[in-house]
């Protein structure tokens, strides 16, 4: 007689999580894990700017200024997330 074997969606790669692979996360959790090395394994989050974890603000763009932006930062070789933190610090620093 053959067994179904259940799909319970897909991993981060794309593989299949199938029975199979539920009992064998199954077993390992059931054997225990060394706290110690997820914690270390979990280090990481927004890297500190200053004296704080980063904070994330949402500001909208027209179209147009998100292309100057793009281009002005790959001609810069930087990030638009850098360039627009050094716009802020300079427009700031001039009030």
């Given at each position: 007689?053959?067994?179904?074997?259940?799909?319970?969606?897909?991993?981060?790669?794309?593989?299949?999580?199938?029975?199979?692979?539920?009992?064998?996360?199954?077993?390992?959790?059931?054997?225990?894990?060394?706290?110690?090395?997820?914690?270390?394994?979990?280090?990481?989050?927004?890297?500190?700017?200053?004296?704080?974890?980063?904070?994330?603000?949402?500001?909208?763009l027209e179209p147009e200024l998100k292309r100057e932006l793009m281009l002005r930062a790959?001609?810069?070789?930087?990030?638009?997330?850098?360039?627009?933190?050094?716009a802020l610090r300079d427009y700031v620093k001039a009030s």
């Amino acid at each position: 007689m053959m067994t179904m074997t259940n799909n319970h969606g897909t991993k981060r790669d794309g593989s299949p999580v199938t029975d199979e692979v539920v009992e064998t996360l199954a077993d390992e959790a059931e054997r225990g894990y060394d706290v110690a090395e997820l914690r270390r394994a979990r280090q990481g989050g927004r890297p500190t700017m200053g004296a704080a974890p980063a904070v994330v603000e949402s500001v909208p763009l027209e179209p147009e200024l998100k292309r100057e932006l793009m281009l002005r930062a790959a001609q810069d070789g930087t990030s638009m997330s850098e360039v627009i933190r050094q716009a802020l610090r300079d427009y700031v620093k001039a009030s």
